[in-house]
């Protein structure tokens, strides 16, 4: 269901538009910073309710994208991340968000990550936290776009800084010498998983290769990405796929 005010809403668009499909105003405001920045801004929608069921961060982005996508009639993005820490066998991996329980808050995972690694030296503590993106031109698309980002860590043995969400305080950052969590907002979006996939996403959006040795095969151009006006293409879209197949 729609949460009032939020879903299907359209700002005054300078630009492109596109919906999001997320709860989490941490992630919320990353994505908006990121894609902001390229000129695209985002209308939330809110997945509430729905069920999480899937076996990797790549099925339940899809579950996020596609329900969105249904809600709203327009092309949307959604985000599964979480945290993969070695020491814990990859836990707490695609249930990052509820480690602590159904409902738990982001203090209630730290804690019980940290209660988790309590024993665990130094030299064990490596972990990196994984974003999936899905972006669907509606519900039923056939070719959806899926950018991965990746960023390498480890886990601190206490929280520290102010900055961030969910498991931020404790994810140590080599190259900074500091927590996720004291990093200006900026600094993470450059260098997180977050920031990496998005990038990746716009190259898809672009048609250019993700990598070097790919041939590149994203949708050219983002026609889909909703105009000033809010219209998007819709199901619109997805004839024009099948008409030149
Ligand atoms: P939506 O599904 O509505 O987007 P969610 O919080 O349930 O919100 P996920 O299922 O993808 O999202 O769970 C991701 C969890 O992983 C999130 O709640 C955090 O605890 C953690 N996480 C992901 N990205 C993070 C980041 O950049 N910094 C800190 N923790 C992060």
Redesign the pocket.
């Known amino acids: 269901m729609n949460a009032p005010g939020m879903n299907g809403h359209v700002p005054a668009a300078h630009g492109r538009t596109l919906v999001v ?4 105003a ?3 405001h ?1 994505i908006t910073e990121v894609l902001g920045a390229l000129g695209i801004a985002v209308v939330p929608f ?2 509430e309710g ?1 069920a ?1 069921t899937g076996r990797s ?1 790549v099925e ?2 899809l579950i ?1 994208a596609r329900h969105a996508a249904l809600e709203t009639g327009r092309p949307a993005l ?6 993969e820490v070695d020491a814990l066998q990859g836990a ?1 991996g ?1 249930y ?4 602590a329980g159904e409902g738990a808050s ?1 203090g209630d ?1 730290v804690a019980r990550l940290l209660t988790e690694m309590a024993d665990v030296p130094d030299e064990r503590r490596s972990a990196r ?1 994984h ?1 999936l993106l899905a972006y669907l031109r509606h519900p039923e698309d056939p070719i959806p776009l899926i950018a991965h980002g990746v ?1 390498e860590g480890r886990v601190l043995h206490a929280s520290t800084g102010a900055h ?5 305080p404790v ?1 140590y950052v080599p190259s900074h010498g500091c927590s ?2 004291e990093l200006a907002p900026a600094v ?1 979006n450059r260098l ?3 920031g990496q996939a998005l990038r990746q996403l716009r190259r898809l959006w672009d048609g250019l290769p993700k990598t070097d040795n790919d041939i590149g095969h994203g949708h050219p151009s983002p026609p889909w990405i909703l105009s000033p006006s809010g219209e998007g293409p819709g199901w619109g879209v997805k004839k024009r796929v099948f008409n030149r197949a």
Do not use: Q
Not at 21 to 24: D, L
Not at 78 to 83: C, V, Y
Not at 164 to 168: E, K, M, N, Q, V
């Open positions: 499909a997320t709860g989490n941490g992630k919320l990353e809110v997945p729905l999480e961060f339940n982005a996020k959604a985000d599964d991340s979480g945290l707490p695609i990052s968000a509820r480690y982001d995972n936290f974003c960023w961030g969400f969910g498991y931020d994810f996720a969590a993470k997180s998983h977050r």
